[in-house]
């Protein structure tokens, strides 16, 4: 598997991709790979500038690439809905955008800034679009964790943090709760005999807009990857043959073990329905455990 780069990809044309936060971080050379091997790529970013220098960069590096932009706010249910109803089709959702390490803030729809945008607009969206993904064979969504999801803890009795706030903590949170829905929709999709895939990665500790440490970035830099080498986990999940759905892929493509809680069926299931009744937006062809 270490051996693994974006050269050994397979050709995706007649694909359809949806990166969220394509403009920067990983998700910025994971459409460009994506649309490198012939797909036609989305870029959804919350800012239309940002969206749209991605995809004049993208078509720089591949000048035939099919890539257009979207504007999507994961921390804005409305926009959410607004850009799933302007997806025509879709084969693939790479669940990438995130924050992280922020003061406590609240989203538009008033839910904890990490967890309602890292997760809740996230669960949001791929349910949206999933009548779009299953009419498509071999769809997949894969949705970036982090190895900070092992110092994640879920209160549901304070899901906004009011009691107590921590950057750190509700980043690890939000980690959680993003493994919690991956593997919760692999097992949904297989009671289902759905043709879907739900994988999750790690890019490990690499130099995006996340990692903001003052006057020793560039120190640190010197040890944090490229973000060409943190998109390889979420490359190698979107596209080879090999993954299978529930895998968790990290850094040099390693499969890891998520925690105990991240593997707990319960929890996944009380945060499903919770997330359900946050967002309003139900699995409907998968709905039923």
Do not use: C
């Amino acid at each position: 598997m270490t051996t693994w780069t974006p050269d050994d990809m397979p050709r995706l044309d007649g694909r359809t991709a949806i990166v969220t936060g394509a403009n920067s971080g990983i998700g910025l050379p994971t459409a460009l790979e994506l649309a490198r091997h012939g797909a036609r790529v989305i870029v959804a970013a919350r800012s239309d500038a940002k969206g749209a220098e991605a995809v004049a960069a993208i078509r720089r590096a591949v000048p035939d690439a099919r890539a257009e932009h979207a504007r999507l706010d994961l921390a804005d249910l409305a926009s959410v809905r607004a850009f799933a109803e302007g997806v025509d089709e879709v084969d693939l959702l790479v669940n990438n955008a995130g924050v992280g390490m922020k003061p406590r803030s609240l989203t538009k729809d008033g839910f904890e800034l990490q967890f309602g945008t890292n997760h809740l607009g996230h669960f949001a969206l791929t349910g949206l679009l999933l009548p779009k993904l299953l009419a498509r064979p071999g769809a997949r969504v894969v949705t970036v964790s982090s190895d900070a999801h092992t110092r994640g803890r879920l209160d549901f009795d304070d899901l906004a943090l009011e009691r107590g706030y921590g950057r750190m903590s509700a980043y690890g949170r939000s980690k959680l709760a993003n493994l919690l829905f991956t593997l919760e929709l692999q097992r949904r999709a297989e009671r289902a005999q759905a043709d879907l895939r739900s994988v999750a990665t790690h890019p490990g500790a690499t130099a995006t807009n996340i990692v903001k440490v003052g006057p020793l970035k560039p120190l640190l830099g010197l040890f944090l990857l490229s973000p060409e080498t943190g998109a390889l986990p979420s490359l190698y999940a979107a596209t080879s043959p090999d993954i299978r759905g529930g895998e968790f892929v990290g850094p040099k493509l390693r499969l890891i073990t998520p925690s105990a809680d991240a593997r707990s069926e319960e929890l996944a299931a009380r945060l499903w329905d919770v997330s359900t009744e946050l967002t309003g937006v139900r699995f409907e062809r998968i709905a039923v455990r």
